[in-house]
């Protein structure tokens, strides 16, 4: 099944959107499956967005991403990577829609709230970088014990 790589940035984290933005990606209907609150180094940081290190932005939003705490996620579903762009909204905050979360959360396209993957190849990519033991099978009988306080 198809996955993505979402981040809630430093912004959204602090502003406590991170609620609301679980909130839409589950009753949408994706299923997470894996999910991390860490902040990044520098060099990380510059890893992940690689692709833009030409850009005239790129030290601003390295500097953006490595200043708080962070949500890493892993999203599944069908078609998760381009409905997860819709869901997120364009990435300049002024052209987002009304009921993207870009749209009704963001207002400068240096501060935009989150992060998702523009296309299959690159959520692959992400979730290796973020998650590179994997994301943890939750469904095992183990697991299941140990959330319900069971002896095994
Ligand atoms: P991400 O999901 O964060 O990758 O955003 P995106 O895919 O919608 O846009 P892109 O990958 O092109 O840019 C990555 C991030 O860089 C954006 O989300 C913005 O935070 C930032 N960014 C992009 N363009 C600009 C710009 O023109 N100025 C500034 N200040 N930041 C920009
Ligand atoms: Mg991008």
Redesign the pocket.
Known sequence: MEQTFIMIKPDGVQRGLVGEIIGRFEKKGFSLKGLKLLTVDQAFAEKH?AD?SS?P?FN??VE?IISGPVVAMVWEGKNVVTTGRKI?GA?NPAESAPGTIRGDFAID??R?V???S?AVESAKKEIGLWFPDGVANWCGLSQIAVFLNLDE
Do not use: E, P, Q, S
């Open positions: 967005y833009l850009k932005f601003g939003l953006y997120i990435t396209i240096g935009n989150i992060h998702g523009d």
